[in-house]
């Protein structure tokens, strides 16, 4: 019984590698898209999808704060219609 109750686990910044609790960290998927040659008909495409973590001050720095409180308010939006 117990473990890791009361604690949250900490997140590496992707940008500074502070340790930050996972409540404070901001959460952000990036996508990367692999292409092989486009000219040929065997084309490879790729898409993949990773969870990355910023501290406060990081995302703040690099603008992705203002981007979540868009993507935010833009489901609040659609959730009211």
Known sequence: MGGSRGREKLMTCESC?????RGKAVEFEKRSIFTTD???ADNIFTVSDRTVYYCISCAKHRKIFEKKKK????QGERRSE
Do not use: D
């Open 17 to 21: 590698h502070r340790q930050v609790p």
């Open 38 to 40: 486009l000219r040929t």
């Open 71 to 74: 993507m935010m308010q833009r």
